[in-house]
């Protein structure tokens, strides 16, 4: 059926126009005034009828009756072609005539005689208006969505005019043919003409780029901008240099409303409308400027109550369109129905009991435990009816209790002596404290908590196999013997070739690392508390503090004589200083002497003197400048020395708590200084306090900083070891808790990834503590091994370890007079 067919039929009410009352109009001129426009759309309807009987696989063209303006002399016309047409429009007038009960010639169909006819057969002079080319709501009368009541009311303004043209002529004139095509006209809404031309801008037109959402600058780098549907590239578009540009947009008059569309890579020239629509919205306004934001609201519901509420709400589109789902379950269950499997069961009987755990599986049943109620508290001696007598009050404490709040008394009832249990009266308060004891029962019901069970080894970080983690001391390779008293302190030389030995028995040993042979004996006066090899290695000296002295001693035969000559020429340059700085320098409480004969052929080549016994000696990693620690009185006083110019300061005026260690920073000009509760560094170019770590310990008692300088170790006499990481923060990264006394002293390896504590318990612990460049991984620690060997004597156990500064050995001296080494 086509389109035309279903005009038809839906219009057909429209076809048999009934007479208004009292009105008088022609035989020829009320029958083809009323049925003009129904002859017309049926006149359009048969066209199209022709073209689907000819060719039902071609589009549907748009017909049109074209009707010619009154200046061109022509009559009334169905279309430009002369295809006979106008021959089919006369036979239709004439079977609506018929229709009618009216006689219709051919030769006055019109109303007038047959010589006013043109070729065509129409009259001559007829027009509708003279604007013919607007006629496009003719072309669209089958599409369109006019009711009946819209062609009824066109049908009651032509027969208004059928009256007066009766009235007058007694048949249809041009002049009321006019006016009954305008009201017509005035009734329907026109809308603009389309012009289907290839050009035009449609929503089927495929666009040139189909890359989607993906954007255009990944494409930058290519020759395309995307795939078509057939996955062939779409190769990009010539461009324009900023030249070609410039002139462009010189000779373009229309430069100003071209944009760059980058997503097809074209130039799209913008209309008026665009262009308004553009300046609109910079204005500030509606993109529209037809739209009314102030328009009349749309009432669909009344505030008024009626009686039959209505409502002006369209109707939605499920009132009149049937659900296809809707009707598949209603078929679905008329199918059941018909099979009788669709019976309706009665309602089973409901029964008097419900059992709530029938449909529970016998797994899933908990069964709950009975859980007692928490016993009272028994009564104590002063509940008895006879209480001792400390439990009676005195009248000051019983009128105190009269006096105390009801809930702030610490027991709620007055101890009583009575002589004997018949004498006891009952508790006045029995009622009162079962209640409460009830009501504590039913607020706060029991619950009974259930340990979850966790595997304490899944809690442990799981941490690599020492195996792994080789190569670290293990075991005893060379036990070094010949001290009398405890050896205090420890010093390896930078090849590692020797060892340095302090002891209470006031001498300094030189060892040789391999063979464990004594090479050379230095004895003072006082008891050597420290000693320390020079870290640089193009110098051959150390520093050992005995008593209140510091003495610069250069072995004889461990080095060539260059090394020997460039280390005297260092310690004997000072001797020469007699500038400003060196005299203020003297005014201190340092004095830099020359050593006596004696001492010379022991190698020592300098003295210098404090007021007070020295506790300490740290070498800056330059080899130039040295730090001491030394009492004067109840007060600790730290001094910077150097070597070459013989000079001493002290840095800092006053310092807060008893000072236990100093310490140069390995890479930084930092210098730390331990107290007893807190590490303070400093920085020496600026003056300043840079930080203070808070190792939360009780009384530190050693501090080592890591080659790279980023992380510190410290031991304290807690029986702790504790890292910090200077980038991480002021508190502690690890705190290590693995010996049972107190920590005497910690250090780094300068090769390896290994530190190690010692401890007064006579055990000596390594530790894998590797650190990485990324700064966002934290540093490992790992627990490697504890080295048992050396005996404590009385309280003290192991009292010093170095590492080797190229093989992963570690030096130990202790209170047993030993130094043992570890490989």
Same mark, same amino acid.
């Given at each position: ?138 072309? /669209? ?45 005035? @009734? ?28 255009? @600058? ?80 749309? /009432? ?35 199918? +059941? ?8 069961? $009665? ?28 016993? %009272? ?28 709040? $009801? ?7 007055? $101890? ?39 595997? %304490? ?19 005893? +390779? ?117 050593? +006596? ?172 503590? %590797? ?5 966002m991984q934290n540093p490992l620690i790992v627990p490697l091994k504890i080295l048992r060997g050396h005996e404590t004597v009385g309280p003290l156990g192991v009292l010093d370890c170095v590492f080797h500064p190229t093989q992963p050995w570690l030096f130990s001296a202790g209170a047993d007079k030993t130094v043992r080494l570890w490989t």
């Amino acid at each position: 059926m086509g389109l035309s067919t279903v005009a038809a039929k839906k219009r057909a009410p429209t076809a048999s126009l009934p007479k208004k009352a009292g009105t008088t109009r022609g035989p020829i001129a009320g029958t083809r005034q009323k049925a003009l426009p129904l002859l017309k759309r049926r006149h359009n309807d048969s066209l199209r009828d022709q073209v689907d009987d000819d060719d039902d696989n071609e589009a549907i063209p748009q017909l049109s009756l074209d009707m010619p303006s009154e200046s061109e002399g022509e009559g009334l016309a169905s279309s430009d072609d002369d295809d006979g047409s106008g021959q089919d429009f006369d036979n239709l007038l004439k079977k609506m005539a018929e229709d009618q009960g009216v006689g219709l010639d051919s030769d006055d169909a019109y109303g007038n005689e047959s010589d006013d006819r043109d070729d065509d057969g129409y009259i001559e002079g007829d027009s509708l208006d003279e604007e013919s080319d607007n006629d496009d709501s003719y072309e /669209e009368l089958d599409d369109s969505e006019d009711t009946d009541e819209e062609y009824e009311g066109q049908d009651a303004v032509s027969e208004k005019t059928d009256v007066a043209s009766d009235a007058e002529h007694g048949y249809l004139t041009k002049h009321s043919f006019n006016q009954d095509i305008e009201a017509w006209k005035k @009734e329907r809404r026109e809308l603009s003409a389309i012009e289907p031309v290839y050009d035009s801008d449609t929503s089927t037109e495929e666009t040139q780029n189909t890359t989607g959402n993906v954007p255009i @600058e990944w494409y930058a780098d290519y020759p395309h901008i995307g795939y078509d549907i057939d996955g062939k590239k779409v190769l990009k578009p010539l461009t324009k240099d900023e030249l070609d540009k410039f002139l462009s947009n010189a000779d373009d008059p229309d430069s100003f409303r071209t944009v760059r569309d980058e997503l097809h890579q074209r130039e799209v020239r913008l209309t008026d409308e665009e262009v308004e629509i553009i300046k609109r919205i910079q204005a500030g306004q509606f993109p529209d400027a037809e739209y009314n934001p102030y328009e009349p609201t749309v /009432e669909w519901f009344t505030s008024q109550k009626m009686v039959t509420p209505l409502t002006g709400a369209p109707e939605p589109k499920s009132r009149f369109i049937p659900s296809k789902w809707e009707h598949k379950m209603v078929m679905k269950l008329v199918r +059941a129905i018909r099979k009788n499997k669709l019976v309706k069961k $009665p309602p089973p009987e409901k029964p008097l009991f419900y059992d709530i755990w029938a449909d529970a599986k016998e797994d899933e049943v908990v069964e709950r435990s009975r859980l007692p109620a928490p016993k %009272m508290r028994l009564p104590d001696n002063s509940e008895s009816y006879n209480p001792p007598r400390e439990y009676l009050l005195s009248a000051e404490e019983e009128k105190e209790w009269l006096e105390t709040d $009801p809930d702030d008394r610490k027991r709620n009832y007055l $101890p009583r002596a009575y002589p004997s249990l018949r004498q006891v009266p009952a508790y006045d308060r029995f009622i009162q404290e079962r209640f409460q004891r009830m009501l504590d029962l039913y607020v706060a019901p029991r619950v009974e908590k259930k340990r979850v069970d966790v595997d %304490m080894q899944s809690l442990i970080p799981k941490l690599p196999d020492p195996r792994d983690l080789m190569p670290f001391p293990t075991a005893q +390779a060379q036990v070094y013997l010949g001290h009398e008293g405890r050896v205090r302190g420890i010093s390896v030389d930078p090849s590692g070739l020797w060892l340095l030995s302090c002891s209470d028995d006031k001498t300094v040993r030189l060892w040789e690392v391999v063979t464990g042979r004594c090479a050379q004996i230095w004895r003072f006066d006082d008891v050597v508390q420290s000693v320390e090899w020079n870290p640089d290695k193009d110098l051959c000296m150390f520093l050992a503090a005995a008593g209140s002295s510091v003495y610069a001693v250069v072995p004889r035969g461990l080095c060539d004589e260059d090394r020997q000559t460039i280390t005297e020429q260092l310690i004997k340059g000072g001797f020469g200083n007699t500038d400003k700085e060196a005299a203020e320098a003297k005014a201190t409480t340092a004095s830099w002497d020359a050593p +006596a004969t004696s001492q010379v052929d022991e190698g020592i080549q300098l003295v210098l003197r404090l007021d007070g016994a020295v506790k300490e000696l740290t070498w800056h990693r330059r080899g130039n400048y040295f730090s001491t620690m030394h009492k004067t009185g109840s007060s600790t006083v730290v001094m910077i020395h150097q070597l070459s110019k013989h000079q001493s300061q002290v840095p800092f005026r006053k310092l807060k708590g008893i000072v236990q260690r100093t310490q140069f920073h390995t890479t930084k000009p930092w210098f730390i200084v331990v107290t007893q509760r807190y590490v303070r560094i400093y920085n020496l170019m600026q003056q300043e306090l840079v930080k203070t770590l808070d190792p939360s310990a009780k009384w530190i008692s050693s501090v080592d900083v890591h080659p790279q300088g980023d992380n510190i170790i410290v031991g304290t006499y807690d029986k702790k070891v504790v890292w910090f990481d200077l980038d991480l923060s002021t508190k502690p990264y690890k705190s290590i808790r693995y010996h049972s006394q107190a920590v005497r002293q910690v250090h780094y390896s300068r090769r390896f990834p290994l530190f190690a504590s010692c401890s007064d318990d006579g055990t000596i612990q390594v530790f894998h503590g %590797m650190v990485y460049q990324d700064m966002m991984q934290n540093p490992l620690i790992v627990p490697l091994k504890i080295l048992r060997g050396h005996e404590t004597v009385g309280p003290l156990g192991v009292l010093d370890c170095v590492f080797h500064p190229t093989q992963p050995w570690l030096f130990s001296a202790g209170a047993d007079k030993t130094v043992r080494l570890w490989t």
